[in-house]
């Protein structure tokens, strides 16, 4: 019996290799694309010990040609779309790139597939950030999109796509509305990794001073390892339908601070310093999501909250091949 092939656009990030590895001990066979496979460092899936068992394919997702070839030569049961560009403060600034990335991307994906003909299953990857400020209550799948950031605009956008290719072509095809997820495996770009690192920093030596914008912002936090396990679920339902994927637990920026220098036996308010240069134009204020129906349909339920997740990401960190 021939085993099922997974096909993961955007392998080089968090989630990329966290899934690459979930589906490699199911027994999948796994190929990730990137846009020069030649040159990409795949950082995630060598930290993992698996980058040798993944078979790496170049494709630009922007460019429909270079999607159909890919799909058409790898023929996946299931693809992961994880690619685009994925900082939320980055897309202040590359809107146009980032717009184009996400939902040309996701649209290159879902004509290919129907162009095709195969029965692929499709799983796309969206976000928290289009259902924007919701004053505090908890998002679900029913809860109104409202975005708050270009990144955002183009997350609802790959939403609708895919919603419309459901409806029209009958294609399997789903969308993962996901919360904030965290791992040693993020970006420096993004804060929660800046705040574990510098924190290490600080109390290894380091008299630097960690600057940050807003840290009254709440955000519902999980870990990533877990998460990639919910998009897995999704493409093993009899149809395919939209989750939103979260703790259900909501907390402030200051908290994940005030947790990460813990960890290191430091107080925050020594060390921190807020910039409001770093102020984003647009903010979500709370952020907090409902993954009840994820958890009846899927079986799916968080594990580890925000505290254990700082936790983690300070004793990886904190490891002698880190420091």
């Given at each position: 019996m021939n085993k099922k092939k997974a096909l993961i656009c955007g392998i080089s990030g968090q989630d990329g290799a966290y899934l690459a590895r979930l589906l490699l001990e199911k027994g999948y066979g796994v190929y990730g694309t990137s846009r020069d496979a030649q040159v990409s460092s795949f950082h995630g899936l060598a930290s993992l010990g698996i980058r040798d068992r993944v078979v790496l394919e170049s494709m630009a997702i922007n460019d429909f040609r270079s999607v159909l070839q890919t799909l058409s030569k790898v023929a996946p049961d299931?693809?992961?779309n994880l690619a685009g560009q994925s900082s939320v403060g980055l897309s202040f600034?590359?809107?146009v790139e980032t717009l184009e990335s996400i939902s040309v991307g996701v649209l290159n994906l879902l004509e290919a597939i129907r162009f095709i003909g195969l029965p692929i299953r499709f799983y796309n990857a969206g976000s928290s950030e289009c259902f924007g400020d919701t004053r505090g209550a908890p998002a679900d799948e029913t809860t109104p999109f409202h975005p708050r950031s270009p990144y955002a605009v183009a997350k609802a956008t790959a939403f609708w796509e895919l919603s419309n290719y459901r409806e029209a072509y009958g294609l399997f095809a789903l969308t993962g509305i996901l919360f904030n997820h965290e791992s040693p495996l993020r970006p420096n770009r993004f804060v929660t990794k800046k705040i574990v690192t510098a924190a290490c920093r600080i109390a290894s030596g380091s008299k630097e001073e960690l600057q940050l914008g807003n840290i009254s912002i709440t955000r519902d936090w999980g870990w990533a390892p877990e998460y990639v396990e919910a998009m897995w679920l999704m493409l093993q339902q009899e149809r395919p339908d939209d989750f939103v994927i979260a703790t259900g637990q909501s907390h402030a920026l200051a908290e994940f601070v005030?947790?990460?220098f813990s960890c290191v036996s430091l107080d925050w308010h020594d060390h921190v310093i807020i910039d409001p240069s770093l102020y984003r134009p647009t903010e979500i204020s709370i952020g907090r999501g409902n993954?009840?129906?994820?958890?009846?349909i899927l079986?799916?339920?968080?594990?580890?909250?925000m505290r254990d997740v700082?936790?983690?990401?300070?004793?990886?960190?904190?490891?002698?091949?880190?420091?």
């Open positions: 299931e693809i992961y600034q590359q809107p005030a947790e990460a993954p009840a129906k994820a958890e009846q079986g799916w339920k968080a594990r580890h909250m700082v936790r983690m990401m300070v004793e990886h960190e904190l490891t002698p091949e880190n420091k």
